[in-house]
């Protein structure tokens, strides 16, 4: 389900709902909550509010491009040239509280998800277990949300506690809410997850893979229980997907190839974009090549952590920018198409499979979890690898994983300095884990408007 054809819907249902409010603001006016109120009735009502945060979550802002980016840049797989002048300042980590990063877009997704969360589906026209299908989405939304919002302006790799506000409510008593901490947060976006999974049915998911499901639901619990070292619930999550038989590790004959079709058989959950229908130059497509933009370029070190002949790094994936020659290791493969017409993953079973060996290895079974890697390497003609160890995990997640945003993260959550292997190049130095600066500042829009609000250290 294309998002053109669901845009359409979205537009009327949304119009108004937040046209007064100020990015920063995470509450809605009590006139703005009565009107959502009064204006919900039907399956199809319900349906547009969900396309609408689904939409909200595809802008530049967010999953459609910045997001992506500012895990590639804060790390050592890519960095900005300047050449529009986008990313420098993300590229050297150096920031003021006038970055608004992706603050308002992930609240306003949030918003979206309230709202359908908070309706009865007893009182609305359609199908219930369709309606409660669709609250599940929303709560995976709002977890999903939240956690993104966590691991950028969370203090857990800055030697603080505070996490972010966890709305709950389209509308609420709480007028300036507060951070909670770090595990608050962690517990809320587990409780949500869970719901998300009890509430869908396998029997209703999307089969575009455009929406979420319950298999997305559980692919988001491994992300996120990954990040925080809960291997039991990694294992859990992965054991459901995995056992499920729905996706596969995409053949090393089709990886290129597989990055220009919607739906592929990895593909747990894509963003929809069209030909019609895109961020067109302020998309991901043009940002990692052309003439125009081109700004964020792989680094060397990315290109030599591949073997000769990993189809990761073949010339049609990693290689010399068509437009400019100079530009060596720029991003040809993922999100290849010139239309900006690419649906943008979320989730690929093999970052499944790799949480799984992750987890595995963390619960003291490196034979199995060795054996996982090698899914990964036997299908992208690599060398298999002969030892599971954090650092072979780490390494196989950069190759496969690279230019789609996880790098950063994957870094900071292991307690790891940012590598220094360009000093030319990487403008932020190699910060050390720890360092404020792997946090990101809460808006300033939002330290005027918010009296409870407190900015993070460094700020």
């Known amino acids: 389900m294309k998002k053109t054809i669901y845009l359409f819907i979205t537009v009327v249902l949304l119009a108004g709902i937040f046209s007064s409010c100020k990015d920063e603001a995470l509450e809605p006016t009590l006139a703005q909550s009565k009107a959502v109120e009064g204006s919900l009735n039907t399956q199809e009502d319900v349906l547009g509010i969900l396309y609408g945060a689904y939409n909200r979550m595809t802008g530049s802002g967010y999953y459609g491009r910045d997001f992506i980016i500012w895990g590639e840049v804060r790390s050592d797989n890519c960095y900005s040239n300047g050449n529009s002048g986008r990313f420098v300042t993300d590229a050297k980590m150096d920031y003021t509280d006038n970055f608004g990063g992706h603050w308002s877009e992930a609240y306003t997704v949030?918003?979206?998800?309230?709202?359908?969360?908070?309706?009865?589906?007893?009182?609305?026209?359609?199908?219930?277990?369709?309606?409660?299908?669709?609250?599940?989405?929303?709560?995976?939304?709002?977890?999903l949300a939240h956690y993104d919002l966590l691991i950028y302006y969370g203090q857990m790799n800055t030697g603080g506690t505070l996490g972010i506000p966890y709305i709950e409510e389209y509308k609420g008593d709480e007028l300036y809410p507060a951070r909670g901490t770090v595990a608050e947060n962690k517990a809320k976006i587990m409780a949500d997850i869970a719901t998300?999974?009890?509430?869908?049915?396998?029997?209703?998911?999307?089969?575009?893979?455009?929406?979420?499901?319950?298999?997305?639901?559980?692919?988001?619990?491994?992300?996120?229980?990954?990040?925080?070292?809960?291997?039991?619930?990694?294992?859990?999550?992965?054991?459901?997907?995995?056992g499920s038989g729905n996706y596969d590790i995409i053949p090393g004959d089709d990886y290129a190839a597989s990055w220009f079709v919607d739906g592929a058989a990895n593909s747990i959950l894509e963003l929809a974009f069209s030909s019609t229908d895109n961020a067109n130059i302020n998309g991901l497509q043009q940002i990692y090549r052309g003439g125009a933009y081109g700004d964020v370029e792989g680094l060397a070190d990315l290109y030599n952590a591949f073997d000769v002949g990993d189809v990761r790094a073949a010339p049609d994936m990693i290689g010399v920018d068509p437009d400019v020659a100079t530009r060596l290791y720029t991003n040809l493969g993922k999100y290849p198409s010139y239309d900006y017409s690419d649906n943008i993953p979320i989730f690929r079973y093999e970052e499944v499979v790799l949480n799984y060996a992750e987890a595995l290895l963390k619960t003291g079974d490196a034979g199995n979890a060795l054996t996982q890697l090698n899914l990964i390497t036997a299908e992208r003609n690599a060398v298999a690898h002969t030892v599971a160890d954090e650092n072979t995990v780490l390494l196989e997640r950069r190759r496969e994983l690279c230019f789609e945003g996880l790098r950063f993260h994957d870094l900071a959550r292991t307690g790891r300095d940012i590598p220094l292997v360009d000093a030319f190049l990487q403008i932020h130095g190699g910060p050390a884990w720890g360092s404020y600066n792997f946090a990101f500042p809460i808006p300033v829009g939002e330290m005027d408007a918010n009296a409870s609000m407190v900015q993070n250290t460094g700020y």
């Open 110 to 143: 949030i918003a979206s998800a309230n709202i359908v969360i908070a309706l009865d589906p007893a009182e609305l026209e359609g199908d219930l277990a369709v309606i409660q299908h669709y609250q599940g989405q929303a709560y995976a939304i709002r977890a």
């Open 196 to 242: 998300a999974i009890s509430m869908m049915n396998p029997a209703q998911d999307d089969n575009s893979k455009e929406l979420f499901t319950s298999y997305g639901a559980q692919a988001l619990k491994a992300r996120v229980a990954t990040y925080f070292g809960d291997w039991d619930d990694v294992k859990s999550a992965c054991g459901v997907i995995i």
